[in-house]
């Protein structure tokens, strides 16, 4: 029948049923109507105008046949509105009036039509319609049963919507009505519930008070679903806005349990924020004990890979975190690094490195941080000798060790100056 040729993509058969709907010719059902209205937003050569047109030349053949349209007659409907962009939005709310004008409950799946005809872009939201908040006045508080196999897609969408528009107190309607009665059956598979939950989350790390968001850390995160590094990343960020960065080494631990241990942008985070500013000493040493873990994934994954790759970043700031907590050899072993994988260490490690030598009064070492910078031809190079030579108990022969690195360094500089940028 009707249903089977629409199901199958056989629009054309289908529509030359719609010309003996339409010329009275055939009586038919509720489903075989909804199946033409389906059949007749597929056309592909049609405007949009026209299609609406048809749609509504259906309905008023119902009427006359006194077949009831059914939900699934206004769900095909929205279904196919959505198809037109902007153009479908007043025709959607039409569509809508009606149904309620002749009792017909909408179910999700005809409100996340609504929400996805107008919010079609995440960007949209910025001169935003405020349909949304219609919608959850009128849904606040329902208990809903599954009437639409799109039905478990509403959530997901409503909050894409509360992330795009940064509206934290719409979010936690959405989940108040998530957690009313059985309507938590319908977040969906895996994939919609994962989206739900980062979205809802990473708003919350946002915009909610630190203690609150961690909270929902405790609950939600493994229990309810298994965060994306991104998730983590924007966690890390609330606790830096919150001055909270003693807990960045639990959340690294944390990280290692969910699968993360390789995901070099949440690791590089993790560093930067633990390196950036300096810590009262206890803080340090745990810094530079997750420091030293993160080293390790590093050189596990060397060992994975055939040709092994330091990142600058992770470089400098892992030796730093050395040097702070009083880790020295380690921190000196760092340096190394830089020159085996041929990366950039920036003019503020090398100044902590010079200070280090410094306190342990080693003109030796003060010599390996000029060496480095002499290798890499780094402008600073100049201002590090005078350094040593003012800070240090330099020999004769340092000093020409010295002299021949500065000369070194200044030939190669004329002309390198411009293209070392830092940290690369």
């Keep these: ?30 489903y075989t109507f909804n199946a033409v209205i389906e059949a007749k937003a597929l056309m592909v050569n049609e ?15 119902m009427v006359a046949q006194k077949v009831k349209p059914n939900l699934q007659t206004f769900n095909t409907i929205l279904k196919c509105l959505r198809r ?10 039409q569509t809508l009036r009606e149904m309620k004008a002749i009792g017909i409950e909408p179910s999700l799946a005809t409100y996340h039509y609504i929400i996805q005809l107008f919010y079609q872009q995440e960007s949209s939201a910025k001169g935003s319609p405020l349909i949304i908040y219609d919608i959850m006045n009128e849904v606040m508080g329902k208990k809903f049963s599954p009437k639409d196999p799109d039905d478990d897609a509403f959530f997901q969408s409503a909050m894409r919507v509360c992330s795009s528009l940064r509206d934290l107190e719409l979010a936690y309607q959405v989940h108040g009505l998530l957690n009313t009665g059985d309507n938590w059956k319908f977040i969906g598979p895996d994939n919609r519930r994962n989206f739900y939950y980062s979205r809802f989350f990473s708003l919350l790390c ?18 309810v679903f298994f965060p994306h590094s991104q998730t983590l990343i924007d966690l890390l960020q609330a606790l830096d806005v919150a001055n909270r960065l003693e807990l960045i080494p639990q959340i690294w631990k944390d990280s290692k349990e969910y699968g993360h241990t390789y995901r070099s942008d949440l690791k590089e985070e993790i560093l930067m924020l633990m390196a950036r500013d300096q810590h009262p000493p206890e803080l340090q040493v745990a810094f530079a004990d997750c420091a030293a873990d993160i080293k390790s994934t590093y050189e596990n994954q060397d060992a994975r890979q055939t040709v092994p790759d330091w990142p600058a970043n992770p470089l400098n700031y892992i030796a730093v975190l050395f040097l702070r907590a009083g880790r020295t050899q380690e921190a000196w072993k760092m340096l190394e690094l830089f020159r085996k994988h041929n990366k950039i260490p920036r003019n503020e490690l ?65 002309d390198s100056d411009s293209d070392i940028s830092e940290g690369k």
């Design 47 to 61: 405007k949009f105008e026209e299609k609406w047109n048809n749609i509504l030349e259906l309905l008023k053949q």
């Design 1 to 30: 029948g009707i249903r089977g040729m629409v199901k199958h993509r056989a629009p054309v058969q289908a529509l030359n049923l719609y010309t003996e709907l339409l010329n009275n010719r055939l009586r038919a059902d509720v």
């Design 84 to 93: 037109f962009y902007a153009f479908g939005r007043l025709p959607a709310l």
């Design 206 to 223: 946002l915009m909610e008070q630190i203690d609150v968001t961690l909270k929902w850390y405790k609950d939600l995160i493994p229990s």
């Design 350 to 414: 090398l100044n902590e490195f010079m200070d280090s030598a410094k306190a342990s009064s080693s003109p030796d070492q003060a010599m390996e941080v000029v060496k480095l910078a002499s290798a890499f031809s780094l402008p600073i190079c100049e201002s590090l000798t005078r350094r040593v030579m003012a800070d240090f108990a330099v020999s004769q022969e340092q000093k020409e060790a010295l002299g021949n690195l500065t000369a070194l360094t200044s030939d190669s500089d004329s």
